[in-house]
């Protein structure tokens, strides 16, 4: 079946600093895939859809500038988190369509803020 | 607006049968999609209706009914490990999903 391998599985830093999360699809080609933030206990909240080889769409209200999405190539998407703070503490999740109305998703990140 | 409701927690007993309902309100439908999430884990995909009707995988089973906008989950022989939450997500286009707040299913012995 459809893999979509997430890294890291957690992260911890330093407020301000900058953390990347990688999403790639290990068996298909996903020319779209989707970032979501979901906060203990919440439903998953759609941030942006990643586009490969175009900029990314973001939902309302997602800071494009803090939250910098890259889709170089069929098979990765990053999500950057930039001048990370405590609020952004969060599990990031990533997915992609690897068939008509399936997706799959990476096994998220689950990112701490200090 | 968009939005989808499902109840946040339903409890039953190891064995029985559990029913997790979910309503909507989309602009665009393709279909709805039925999702679990044990804690601390990834969503893992469990169904998928376009049309109206039963889909049976399993002990698992989901019913759509398009003129209502509304849709269940059915889950049968529960076991422990189903304890879990469960999601209802309207695809709106291009496996983009619009997702419920999730039904907590908690399963006692």
């Known amino acids: 079946g459809a893999v979509v391998s997430q890294h890291p599985s957690w992260v911890i830093c330093k407020s301000g600093t900058s953390v990347k999360i990688e999403c790639r699809s290990l068996d298909f080609q996903a020319t779209t895939m989707f970032w979501y933030r979901q906060f203990p206990k919440q439903s998953l909240m759609l941030m942006a859809t990643?586009?490969?080889?175009?900029?990314?769409?973001?939902e309302q209200g997602v800071e494009k500038d803090k939250f910098l999405i890259n889709h170089a190539s069929l098979t990765l998407s990053t999500l950057t988190v930039t001048s990370a703070h405590p609020e952004d503490s969060s599990f990031y999740i990533c997915s992609g369509g690897a068939g008509a109305n399936v997706l799959t998703f990476g096994a998220g990140s689950r990112l701490t803020v200090l | 607006g968009q939005s989808l409701e499902q109840p946040s927690e339903v409890t039953a007993v190891e064995g029985a049968i559990v029913q997790i309902n979910c309503t909507y309100q989309t602009s665009g439908f393709y279909g709805l999609s039925w999702y679990q999430q044990h804690d601390g884990g990834a969503p893992t995909f469990l169904s998928y209706?376009?049309l109206d009707g039963l889909e049976e995988t399993g002990r698992f089973s989901s019913f759509l009914s398009r003129s209502d906008s509304y849709g269940y989950l059915l889950l049968q022989e529960l076991q422990m490990k189903d304890s879990a939450s469960y999601f209802c997500?309207?695809?709106?286009?291009?496996?983009?999903?619009?997702w419920g707040a999730g039904t907590k299913l908690i399963i006692k012995p």
């Open positions: 209706n376009a």
């Open positions: 990643s586009n490969e080889g175009s900029k990314a769409t973001y």
């Open positions: 997500a309207v695809r709106r286009s291009n496996y983009q999903l619009i």
